[in-house]
């Protein structure tokens, strides 16, 4: 079974930083672009980052850039999402998300993903 588990996500006040993991069982990920994206309340799931599957390209929301780093570990089929100066509008559940085919690149459409994490909440307090 294929499971994408995001971990990291917390209370934290403005300006704070996180570091959001995911891990991927069930298959391996190592080989295809994975992604990030987060949904506040009442809003619609948002991109925040890619990241092709060398981890050669990467892809930001203008709402992260510069604040937000995406990488990888394709040994331990981690990604993980670095986010810095966070602000209250940053709130949100925030998903993994991998796509299904190899050795793709940045994907930055929801659509272009085959499985999801189950999210994790990241709250920032002003």
């Known amino acids: 079974q294929v499971q994408l588990v995001e971990s990291g996500g917390g209370l934290v006040q403005a300006g704070d930083s996180l570091r959001l993991s995911c891990a991927a069982s069930?298959?391996?990920?190592?080989?295809?672009?994975m992604g990030w994206f987060r949904q506040a309340p009442g809003k619609e799931r948002e991109f925040v980052a890619a990241?092709?599957?060398?981890?050669?390209?990467?892809s930001y929301a203008d709402s992260v850039k510069g604040r937000g780093t995406i990488s990888r570990d394709n040994a331990k089929n981690t990604v993980y999402l670095q986010m810095n100066t966070l602000k209250p509008e940053d709130t949100a559940v925030y998903y993994c998300?991998?796509?299904?085919?190899?050795?793709?690149?940045?994907?930055?459409?929801?659509?272009?993903?085959?499985?999801w994490g189950q999210g994790t909440q990241v709250t920032v307090s002003s």
């Open positions: 998300a991998g796509a299904a085919a190899w050795f793709g690149g940045i994907k930055i459409r929801a659509i272009e993903y085959a499985y």
């Open positions: 990241i092709s599957w060398s981890g050669g390209s990467t």
């Open positions: 069930g298959r391996t990920f190592s080989n295809v672009a």
